[in-house]
């Protein structure tokens, strides 16, 4: 009896971890979307007779991403906001970089001091081409006068400033076409539901220009006109216009798994390219600034695995680290149709000891003068402080000798807490 429930329990152990492993082959998800609901919390957008805009947008949201999850087991939804909450734009770009979306889709609602106006229009980013277009998207970036410290998140940007708006528009040319194409989706079935389509657009969306992927800002129709902004509270409006997008999306993502195929088709049928020299490594440098962006920065343009250097006070900026000339040349592609047009290869010995150089680690830039032994240094005992010419204060740790011990001696003071520092290169 001893031996037969050892025998059990030993299959029931081994079902439990096939059944377990193969839920976590079926979790994997080969397409990200994040849906955003604009507006939430004391933020209510426009305001239509029969509902505040807020609510339709998280209404909507709620259907499209039920919708897509029910139907598509391949794809993870990620929301903004799935409740009546405040979130920054900065923030809902933030959610769609941090989760590696394919695509971000906001939904809204439109809105007019005069109540006759009424139909749909799809925004992708780019330059305004009429007034009213800008009207939208400065009635849409206003927002950001709700969020705390707003002039610093989005370093002076103007919502009122036609300027300061066509400054956005060469950020998300790399994802243009895409973007194109699921708003021309989206428009082409609003039309089939016999909506006015008022077509696709662009202007200058702060929320979009943050996003580091194809993104299209949804107009789902005037909440400001009566008979509209009753069917876009009502439940039969809601319903017509979730399944007109999420059969949109549909149609993108058919697309999408078609050139995936491809590619990995083509890939596959590649030769196995040589790597360069085992001591080299190949890098895009594309910028070169006085200035520090953070690696989801809008003026990185939606650069991926992004390294910084501190070379001579300027700030160099990396990307595709890698040992094959193919794929140095596809990310140098990428780098120029994002707008780095004098982006260029650069050769890596990250072993190599510079003569009369060294690495060391930049923690941070304060214009507070802290002493080594302050908490803020947790503990680290080799601080050195230098002042720079903005009357501040750099402070630095660490000295090693060539760039490959310069980043593991990065990723550990990162594992301390310092998330934000980079390596500089510094004269003997």
Sequence with gaps: MRVLTIFYLKN???????FLASSLYSQKKDFTLVLDAGHGGHDNGARGAFANEKDVNLSLVLKIGSMIEKNNKDVEVIYTRKTDEFIPLMTRADIANKGKANLFISIHCNSSPKSAPYGTETFVLGAHRNRDNF??????????????????TYEGFNPSSPESVIGLTLMQNIYLENSLKIASYVENNFKKENRFSRGVKQAGFLVLVQTAMPSVLIETGFISNPQEGQYLASEEGQNAIAKNIYEAFLSYKKEYDKKSEKKAEEENQQIVEKPVDNNMVLKVQFLASFNRYNPNSAQLRGMKNVEIVKINGKYVYYAGSTNLRSESEATLKIAKEAGFTDASIVEFNEKEVINNQYFTIELFISPKKYRERDSIFKGLNNVVRQKNDNNGYIYTSGKVSNYDSAKKLLEIYKKIGFTDAIISKTLS
Excluded at 12 to 18: A, E, S
Excluded at 135 to 152: C, F, G, L, P, S
């Design 12 to 18: 029931i152990l081994l079902i439990t971890l096939i």
């Design 135 to 152: 009207d939208v998207a400065k009635r849409e970036n206003e927002v950001i006068y709700m969020e705390k410290d707003y002039q610093t």
